[in-house]
Nanobody
Framework: QVQLVESGGGSVQAGGSLRVSCAIS????????MAWFRQAAGKEREGVAG???????IYADSVKGRFTISKDNAKYTLYLEMNNLKAEDTAMYYC???????????????????WGQGTQVTVSS
């Protein structure tokens, strides 16, 4: 059974930084892609950052230059470094993984079939 457990969320003032982590267990093969999504209260879930098995990364325009996604393959851990946080970054952050390719790696087209329970990030202005 694949399990994803996020950690590292919290409260920070605008302009501050946080790093969230996602520990992946129960999977022994190379994952096709991993990503971070977020959902703010009253809004739809959106893709934030993703990385495929070749190390190619994708980012939402709203976080480019501020967020960095990385992974530790040996530890099966995914990270999201968030800098210069803004109030609009406040949301529940979820990690997700895709175990196979369904086409180009992207937030909407890739089938992310495992999800974590989320970690809350709150940015006060």
């Amino acid at each position: 059974q694949v399990q994803l457990v996020e950690s590292g969320g919290g409260s920070v003032q605008a302009g501050g930084s946080l790093r969230v982590s996602c520990a992946i267990s129960g999977y022994t093969h190379t994952l096709y892609g991993m990503a971070w999504f977020r959902q703010a209260a009253g809004k739809e879930r959106e893709g934030v950052a993703g990385v495929d098995s070749d190390g190619n990364t994708i980012y939402a325009d709203s976080v480019k230059g501020r967020f960095t996604i990385s992974k530790d393959n040996a530890k099966y851990t995914l990270y999201l470094e968030m800098n210069n946080l803004k109030a609009e970054d406040t949301a529940m952050y979820y990690c997700a993984v895709a175990d196979r390719s369904t086409g180009d790696f992207c937030f909407a087209g890739t089938k992310f079939n495992y999800w974590g329970q989320g970690t809350q990030v709150t940015v006060s202005s």
